[in-house]
């Protein structure tokens, strides 16, 4: 009998979560990979097909002039998109805001002092930038799980150490995983005003914050992954609107603190999705059209052309 992934969403077996050993980051992408769902570039960046045959990365190819940043972890790779065409920063260049080139800055896995690492280590590739939109929030929150031996001065990262038995209470962990969060971005603010770009936060959507029902078809996949993984177990107490909305609430309001403006992708998506769109492949990563609804709001709502 097929299983519900191997029915629905076949492509993800491309998907291989390995990663290569890096200094200073941890892990990241090979490079020069070519699969028949993504491709990335000499250093791993994932590469952002554009309009008319061009192509945008971080460590080849792309027009010249200024270029837009979309920055984050494996949802900003698109992980569960079917090609490189189907990618936020795909859809941002090609359809909802096509004025200038857009990078894909991300790594898979990683959490926001990884993400904020990523982009000092790569600065000396980047053309001057535009725009700098960071599509992040939940694997911070995803870590927070983890005992507090294991969360340093800067926070866990993935593989770190086993998954506890016991884990904090959800107001601990939104509140670790929030100042983690701001802290970094206050680095990014830095950067982003030297470089003079502008700066954005948008919290990436996970599926019970955007429905607190998933669709049939979401169901049958995030039962099937729950077989084999831990996720339900662990972060079944993340996993309500309430938490959600709530996380939403810190991180706006240290955005504010900041000068950043901030977008809850969660409730954008659930108002621009119709009842019966197919949005998630598993609960932190999107179908084509999730990623192409996730696009067209930013697009929309932070005012990019």
């Known amino acids: 009998m097929t299983s519900p992934r191997a029915e629905f969403t076949p492509h993800m077996e491309h998907y291989t979560f390995v990663l290569e050993d890096q200094p200073y980051l941890g892990y990241f992408q090979y490079g020069n ?16 097909p554009g309009p008319g045959g061009l192509r945008a ?22 992980v569960g998109a079917t090609n490189d065409a189907a990618t936020v920063t795909a859809r941002l260049w090609n359809s909802y805001a096509p004025r200038l080139p857009w990078l894909n800055m991300a790594g898979q896995s990683h959490n926001s002092v990884q993400e904020l690492l990523l982009f000092t280590l790569f600065r000396h590739e980047l053309p001057p930038v535009a725009d700098i939109v960071l599509l992040s929030g939940v694997n911070n929150l995803v870590l927070s799980r983890l005992p507090e031996e294991k969360q340093g001065r ?15 209470p ?12 701001l802290r970094h971005l206050s680095g990014w603010k830095l950067l982003a005003d030297a470089l003079g770009a502008r700066l954005t936060f948008a919290l990436q959507p996970l599926a019970p914050w955007v429905r607190e029902e998933p669709l049939p078809r979401e169901k049958l996949l995030f039962d099937e992954l729950d077989e084999v993984s831990n996720f339900r177990r662990f972060h079944n107490d993340i996993s309500t609107m309430a938490v959600g909305r709530g996380y939403a609430d810190r991180l706006a309001g240290g955005c504010a603190r900041l000068g950043v403006p901030f977008l809850d992708m969660n409730v954008a998506l659930a108002e621009a999705a119709g009842p019966e ?9 999107c179908t084509d059209l999730g990623y192409d609804l996730v696009a067209r709001q930013l697009a929309d709502r932070l005012g990019l052309e």
């Open 33 to 48: 990979e070519k699969t028949p769902v993504y491709t990335t570039d000499r250093h791993g960046f994932r590469v952002t």
């Open 57 to 78: 990365t971080v460590g080849d190819d792309r027009p010249d002039g200024p270029v837009r940043v979309l920055a984050g972890s494996s949802a900003v790779f698109g």
């Open 154 to 168: 800067h926070g866990a990262f993935f593989d770190c150490g086993p998954a506890p038995d016991v884990v904090p």
């Open 170 to 181: 959800p107001e601990q962990r939104v509140a670790h995983a929030a100042e983690l969060s």
């Open 277 to 285: 769109d197919w949005l998630f492949i598993d609960r932190v990563h």
